[in-house]
């Protein structure tokens, strides 16, 4: 019988969708010994989980993440539920012998997230965090040319990630304004993901100092009531990186007018790349090597076949999107597994990542500076 990668994921909306959607397009793109095959879907909404089996192609269903991870028939687990669920499902998953992908951030603070990264270690099995910005070409290939020598020492590394939804005050309270369910804020939500990107261009990080605020305090609950507002709708951190460099990122879900905004620039002793999600096939080079009077940021149009990535999809300039982030990351992932090789990003670099934020949600309780753990 042809070999196949069962998967069974838990959670069915935003996440749910990206990761669906990336499963159904995947075996189209990448050559892969063990395609997957859509097993089972997880919620605890039976009318959107009906809805979701049905629209993807998932085969069945369970109710219950527990008994999930305890098929026989499903080989991946898929977690792409609120944070606090994280850790419990992995941990079980791993438990059981089950390859895992979860969602960022990896957890809800770093010792749920050491507690994941042991499981799936004692219990050999692959598992990823779903970094899935590490996967544009385009930041790709400015790892590439960082890799390469091109940018020379790093200096800096700026980012900002800006989205607005909840600038209106009437937006109703959701998991994500709960730190219970959360872990944190704007923190878990956005920077994971460009601390993520720092810690894959830049290295790792020494130590931070950082400001957050809750701008809007209460918001009302499906039932009428009023909810406390207790994670984070901005955070600025300052950086300081083990190999010198410093760092910035400003995070904000107020940012009037942003949607889904994340850019970030990287400057070093011989050049510099800059790249910004909303043109996300291109990157900006500058490079000291040029001569004199051509010297200038270039926009690199990443959609070369020779560029990470580009070979599987379209002829020169036909440009790719958000989407496409997840199923590159689906794609290493399923060949990692058949390889039985590890991947990147891991459950390490979600710890990492987490240890950064735990120490910025630190250093704004006790404004001061937090040196981020060695290991
Ligand atoms: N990589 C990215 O760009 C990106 C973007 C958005 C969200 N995320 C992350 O993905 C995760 C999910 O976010 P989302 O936006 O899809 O959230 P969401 O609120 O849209 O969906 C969460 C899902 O989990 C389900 N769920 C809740 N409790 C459950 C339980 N006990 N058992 C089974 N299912 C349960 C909910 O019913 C819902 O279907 C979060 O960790 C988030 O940080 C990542």
């Known amino acids: 019988m042809a070999k196949t990668t069962n998967v069974g994921i838990v959670g069915t909306q935003f996440m749910g969708r990206a990761h669906s959607n990336a499963y159904l397009d995947v075996p189209f793109y990448y050559n ?9 879907a997880c919620d605890v909404n039976k009318a959107d989980l009906d ?36 850790k419990p499902v992995a941990v079980a998953a791993a438990k059981n012998g089950k390859h895992i992908i979860c969602e960022k951030p990896i957890a809800m603070d770093a010792g749920e997230a050491r507690e994941m990264l042991d499981a799936a270690r004692e219990n050999n099995v692959r598992h990823m965090t779903a970094f899935n910005y590490r ?12 890799d390469e020598g091109k940018i020379g020492k790093v200096y800096h590394f700026n ?8 600038i209106d005050p009437n937006f109703p309270y959701v998991w994500r304004h709960d730190k219970t369910k959360g872990g ?18 830049v290295g790792e990080f020494e130590a931070v100092c950082c400001a957050q605020e809750v701008f809007i305090k209460e918001r009302k609950k499906p039932d009428g009531t009023m909810g406390k507002v207790t994670a984070d709708d901005a955070a600025y951190i300052m950086a300081k990186f083990r190999d010198g460099a410093l760092g910035a990122f400003l995070v904000s879900r107020l940012a009037n007018g942003r949607k889904n905004f994340l850019r970030f620039e990287l400057f070093g002793s011989k050049g510099a790349v800059s790249f910004n999600l909303e043109r996300l096939n291109e990157l900006e080079y500058y490079s000291l090597d040029d001569p004199g ?24 300039g036909h440009i790719i999107g958000w989407e496409h ?4 990351e689906i794609g290493d992932l399923l060949l990692a597994i058949d390889k039985g090789e590890n991947v990147q990003a891991d459950f390490y670099d979600g710890m ?22 060695k290991e």
Not at 32 to 40: F, Q
Not at 59 to 65: G, K, P, Y
Not at 159 to 166: G, H, I, K, R
Request: hydrophobic share 45%.
């Open 32 to 40: 892969l010994p063990a395609p997957p095959v859509m097993r089972a």
């Open 51 to 86: 809805a979701f089996c049905k629209r993807f192609g998932w085969q069945t269903q369970e109710a219950d993440w527990k008994k999930l991870v305890e098929r026989d028939d499903i080989d991946l687990i898929d977690i792409v539920t609120p944070n606090f669920l994280h």
């Open 135 to 146: 996967r544009v070409p385009a930041v790709a290939l400015a790892k590439k040319l960082i």
């Open 159 to 166: 980012a900002v990630y800006y989205q607005d939804w909840l």
């Open 184 to 201: 944190s804020g704007a923190h878990g939500d956005m920077n994971a993901h460009i601390v993520d990107l720092a810690r894959f261009l």
């Open 293 to 316: 009077p051509e010297q200038g940021f270039r926009t690199i149009v990443v959609t070369e076949s020779s560029h990470p990535y580009i070979k599987m999809w379209w002829p020169p």
């Open 325 to 328: 982030t997840f199923i590159h």
């Open 352 to 373: 990492r990542c987490q240890q950064v934020i735990d120490a910025a949600v630190k250093s704004a309780d006790e404004r001061k500076w937090i040196q981020i753990p």
